[in-house]
């Protein structure tokens, strides 16, 4: 019965997910159509044509700064033909939407996080949708677009010419750049256009890969200044190009790591230049400068407010749905007055003669947003005879927008008939603002009905394994009573931002809790441990070791968010003791090649082919190193082998032959040896006269041996150079461990603690900013969303699919409810987080941070409990019956 409640549990678990996610990410509403714009409302356009300029993940600083390699870009900072400002992009901070806030001014899904991973969907699309791209072409533009193939999922059918490429092939650092560049001279030389978009992706690929702080970064911005400096002559020197606006930006910036998805301010902070000659007679600004603060260089304004901006420049219509305000430092460009008739609002029987086309950019941004408005909060009434006297700032949220479009009423309504009241301009900007706040901060259109239904599902999964749990608790006594106080403070915790953000202590000190538990059990010696086993890995000394160990676990990389820049061993120990390094990487290859020739009970010299995986391992991790972060190999013994070794094959080549090498040494175990001796009498023959190599299918007795010591070379090949040494840690940590005669209850809660403590060791955390696409392209020579996310899962979940492994060689033969009990703690862990959404669903934080914790609780409970816990138990179960 038990077994049955575990596999019905587990098939709960994903539908409950399934179902609260369709009420928890809903796509918002969205007013249909294209914007029209009356004559009598038209300001005159100072641009016709626009040249859009995005390079993914150009943090602010990387224009700004000293340390920039944008000296032309800065140049034209300094002589007023380039307006700089910081552009705040809102989490979560990837491609798709960020180009949706850019080219829409709305404030996207959040859904579109996994969206923008599935390079496939075409369910985000914009087709349909107003965006300044769609008023330009409702115009009868052209439009051509150049990289990130982002924008042709987004706008099909959109663009006269394009060329799309991949965002996701990250180990690209010059191709995908290369790609655009190639178009540029004959597109300017083109008439025919309207607006020319350009997305590069080399500067984002050199994040992932190695930071912002690599050696490729500056080159990489050289270029890109190169390619603004070829722009911006072309603009002198075209006649057809003289009435074009060229803006430069980024969609997003990047953590410290080289990371983004999160809202740190390196990730929130990208760059936004608007440059034109005609700028000139707004004045220079100072170029570099020193920050105002984190990561804010200029002015800053709203991602959004890109589309009123480029809407009103251009002369047409502000998309529907934008939530942005036009930047009012390019109000200066309209310095000519007229005399212009202006239609109130619906049922207001105002007609208003305004002389300043300023006054009218800024009345057409607020009847937008009053649109939008009016829109989502119908039961509000925005007519002044309505709305109560309020003085200016007294009122907030939807109450303040109201007063504050009274307000402007009152000043258009009263003021002089030839020129604006002086007034109107911070009126109709207060508004704007206002509105602006009130629709940003508006939750989403929750479906509190399959919320609801969603966690019960997903509670019920707990209740079918809760029997065995309570049973196998109950019967165990401290480690029972330890689990259930766990997953009690696990879920009560859930409920604070602060300590989602940080949920690493939580580990590191139920981890430590349980080491002293551990220590009080090995002094009472057990029966059946021999004096050797006690001296030389149980006692004191041992769990000594095992807290060094932990130790060392927790400082290896800093992660959350309050220590994230503290120092640690993988970036500050290892940067200013390479050599060290280098000799614990070298250390854990041999330890790794050892273990394969172990277990793989390979005849005479076949042994020495057991070693051919761990040696194409090494030299593929020393050759990605030197190619993608070579300052790791600055004046170290390496860096010789490597001057002296030169790379005749690709990184993706190599990559293979790792996997092909792992896949012949682990086939047999595969197999299983039970089969492999049904044959026995049979190969007898081949065994002993033919090919004796084929004694390995009929000699391995234990497969999983086998299967853990090739998937302990993998996970290495998949992990970034830097933590491989922590692999050299499990091995010493699981030898303690096997020395202590644990029960399976603690084998059990040992494993489920050092899974999610070594997924933080790694350097993962709750933000999406963490996820780490470094090796996600091992061996992949063309985009595969299947194969892509294959391997990123890998590649962030490394330390708990060796510890998922590993439970399985610690425990004793015969246990089977550990499947139980796991099921148990992911579905109370799943629910204590959809309870925290569902309570917290207007929360200030719901979106940077208990969003993305309920995405990290998908991942664990789909792809590393459903497909790593589960089917382990399954491999090992069939590895003990054979």
Known sequence: MGFYATVIANLLIPVGILVFSSGFFPYKPLIPGLATLETDDAAPAIFDKVIFMVVDALRSDFVYSNESGFQFTQSLIRSGAALPFTAYAGSPTVTMPRLKAITTGSVPSFLDVILNIAESDTSSTLAYQDTWLAQLKATGGRLVMYGDDTWLKLFPGM??????????????????????????????AQDDWSAFIMHYLGLDHIGHKAGPKSPFMVPKQHEMDDVVNEIYTALQREQHLQSTLFVLCGDHGMNEAGNHGGSSAGETSPALLFMSPKFETLGGRESPVEPSGDMAYYKTVEQADIAPTLAGLLGVPIPLNSLGVFIPDFLGMWNQSMYWSLKGHSGLGLTL????????????????????LTTTFPGSSFDPASIAPCESGAASGIEGAQCAWARVQHILADGPKTYP???????????????????????????????????????????????TTVRECTRRGPPGLFLTMMVIAYGVM??????????????????????????????????????????????????????????????????????????DIAHTFFGRHPEIFWALLALTYLDAGHGLVRNMRLPGPYKLGALVPAVLAFTFKVHFVASESPE??????????????????????????????????????????????????????????????????????????????????????????????????????????????????????????????????????????????ASAY????????????????????????????????????????????LTFHV????????????????????????????????????????????????VFSQGQAS
């Open 632 to 773: 790791l190999l600055d004046g170290t013994f390496i860096s010789h082998i490597v001057k002296e070794w030169p790379y005749t094959m690709s990184l993706v080549l190599h990559a293979r032959l790792v996997f092909y090498a792992l896949a012949i040494v682990t086939l047999p175990a595969l197999l299983g040896s039970k089969f492999c001796s049904s044959v026995q009498g049979r190969l007898s023959l081949l065994k002993y006269h033919l090919l004796p190599w084929s004694a390995w299918l009929i000699t391995d007795t234990a497969p999983h041996e086998s299967i853990h010591a090739a998937l302990h070379v993998f996970l290495m090949t998949q992990s970034r150079a830097t933590n491989i040494p922590l692999f050299l840690l499990f091995r010493v940590t699981a030898r303690i461990l096997s020395s202590m005669d644990l029960t399976g209850i603690e084998v059990t809660i040992t494993t489920m603690i050092f899974q999610y403590m070594t997924f933080f060791a790694f350097g993962g955390s709750n933000a999406i900013s963490s996820v780490d696409l």
């Open 421 to 467: 009241h002086p007034a109107a301009g911070p009126a109709l900007a207060q508004f704007s603002k206002t509105a602006q706040d009130v629709m940003s901060r508006t939750a989403s259109n929750y479906d509190v009905s399959r919320l609801g239904l969603g966690l019960l599902i997903t509670a019920l999964a707990a209740l079918f394994v809760l029997p």
């Open 827 to 874: 579905a109370m862990s799943t629910v204590s987080v959809m309870a925290a959404c569902t309570a917290l669903r207007t929360h200030l934080f719901i979106w940077t941070v208990f969003s993305p914790k309920y995405l990290y609780s998908m991942a664990w409970a789909i792809p590393n409990h459903v497909a790593v816990n589960l089917l382990a138990e399954v």
């Open 159 to 188: 663009f006269d010419r394009a060329d799309g490429t991949t965002s996701f092939f990250v180990s690209d650092f010059t191709e995908v750049d290369q790609n655009v560049t190639r178009h540029v001279s004959d597109e300017l």
């Open 353 to 372: 003669a305004i002389g300043s086309h300023q006054i009218r950019i800024q009345y057409q941004n607020a009847k937008q947003l009053l649109n939008t």
């Open 778 to 821: 091992n061996g992949v020579g063309s985009y595969n969303v299947g194969l892509v996310g294959v391997l990123t899962f890998v590649s962030n979940w490394a330390g708990p699919i060796w510890w998922a492994s590993q439970s399985h060689r610690l425990r004793p033969r015969g246990v089977h409810n550990a499947a139980a009990l």
């Open 494 to 567: 859930m409920f604070a931002s602060s300590y989602v953000e940080e949920e690493q202590q939580f580990w590191y000190w139920i981890c430590s809790g349980w080491v002293f538990y551990l220590y009080i059990k090995s002094q009472s010696a057990r029966p059946g441990r021999t004096r050797s086993d006690i001296v030389s890995w149980s006692g004191p000394c041992s769990i000594l070791l095992l807290a060094i160990c932990q130790r060392l676990l927790r400082r290896w990389n800093q992660t959350g968010q309050k220590f994230a820049a503290e120092p």
